[in-house]
């Protein structure tokens, strides 16, 4: 089903539920009151006339010790959001998880009851007319991020969390809060990328060739227990995608990418660069490619482009033809692979996993828009997640950003309206030189845009450099925003690229001062 259109329909499913909803009597937010002693999160759970049905969760609450955090407003003060299971959800979880057979089991283990408790927490009060179709804007208590589905069903539309667990009553608000209750408990993320493929039945193919290649390596850590890593992304073929083009085993996969190559492990083999090539650098969800159309870097040699600017999230559109329809409209070419959208969005430790419509063979990149944010730095993403300035001391903490002469700072806005993108940005005062490795782009002419603070008298003037050749006459950042749009996209010049490989962009001033760095952006013509 077509993307936005799904989500368009959903909406308009939902109203009559909403409106059932918010016809029932809710516990009402108490203006002005500061301690959240009135009816919290906590005091739903443990007063309300329901409460019987909460206590196994209670319980849980009590060993992981976050059961009194539940009444307190959140100190960031952005509230909590609670997927709360009742006791039939938490038996529903328990017969369906190996290794579990009773709530003792989760109880006797504190650590696991502690991941169990925090996972159903978002550290952000969130009511559902604000879910996005990926994943929430904040992570848990846990810090991992939950992901939300539109299950829309012949008679009944509703949200599914982690494609786990369908929330069958939304929205209690409660004075530090909302709370969702749902069908059965999430399952706390315990599977890389890997590992999620071999525990779950459809991916064999796929699977296999990244055994066969040795690529699994690639999806197989979890980003918690390792320094200086970065979340990847995996698009997958299902088993039934590779069947209905008559490959039933890794071998005949192998036979179709590689027919002449058997040196399966060497980074140079095609069957190789298949399975690199599902492999996105960074973590993404579906929401995250909606409203750009531009070339993502993959682990391969080259990049996939993904348009999201339309009605649908298109894989490589116009590169090959994979299908026509004919109808009394006319014939529609079916020339772009697609996503299973309600399949999707499944979290790991090691990122994301996105389930594709059709096999995905590397294509000859095209050029397309690329802005570049820093999100290539896991220390920044860290930042990212709450609102502060963060002066960033170590210089071997960035692995792409380096700088000298100047302390360089973070800065991070959230929701505030600041004119620049994202409402974050770098920030270096003095006489500095500051450098960004940004990811590689396909080979061509491109116009170059810098989004920086112009609307300070202490700004600097500067130069910018990339691959050492000036590319930008001096720009003088002391003035050309306004106070309402201190934030401007400077046109600095044109560049040709030969190869397709990293850049280096590079600040040099000339009159020393401050630089608030937004983004690197280029275009091409």
Known sequence: MIFKMKKIIYIICLIAVVVAFNSCKQPERIAGFEDAEQYSIYNYITESENKDDYTDFLSILEVAGIDKTLSAYNPNGDDYTLFLPSNDAIDNFIKNVEGISSLDDILKNTEFASAFARYHVVNRGIHTQDFPFGAFPE????????????????????????????????????????????????????FTSYGWLQENSGYSIFKGALELTGVKKLVDYNIKELENVSPVTMLVEPDKVFNENGINSVEDLARLISPNDNNYTSPTNPLFNFCTYHILTGGR???????????????????LNINGMGNDLLINKGKQVFDSIVSNEGTVIIDYIGFFYDESNITTQTGSIHFIDRIMQQVTPSRA?????????????????????????????????????????????????????????????????????????????????????????????????????????????????????????????????????????????????????????????
């Open 139 to 190: 992570p848990t208590l846990s810090e991992d991020y939950l992901t939300v589905s539109f299950i829309i069903e012949t008679d009944t539309s509703y949200y599914k969390i982690n494609n786990q667990a369908a929330v069958i009553y939304p929205n209690i608000e409660v004075s530090n809060g909302f709370i969702h209750l749902i069908e059965t408990a999430l399952e706390p993320i315990t």
């Open 369 to 525: 828009i690329n802005t570049f944010e820093f999100y290539e730095e896991p220390l920044l993403n860290e930042y990212r997640r709450e609102n502060g300035i963060y002066l960033i001391e170590d210089e071997d903490a960035l692995l792409y950003v380096k700088w000298k002469g100047a302390e360089l700072s973070f800065v991070e806005r959230g929701s505030e309206n600041t004119s620049a993108w994202g409402n974050d940005w770098l920030e270096i005062n003095g006489d500095f030189q500051i450098s960004y490795e940004i990811p590689k782009l396909v080979q061509g002419k491109y116009k170059v845009f810098l989004g920086a603070n112009k609307f300070d008298p202490t700004n600097a003037l500067v130069e910018v450099f990339i691959d050492g050749k000036k590319v930008s006459g001096l720009v003088d950042l002391s003035q050309g925003g306004s106070s309402n749009s201190p934030f401007q996209r400077i046109e600095l010049g044109t560049i040709d690229f030969k190869k397709y490989e990293t850049h280096k962009v590079e600040v040099i001033p000339l009159i020393p001062g401050r630089f608030a760095w937004d983004y690197i952006r280029f275009e091409p013509f």
């Open 285 to 303: 969800y579906i929401n995250d490619f909606e409203g750009y159309a531009t070339n993502y870097t993959t682990l391969s040699e080259i990049p």
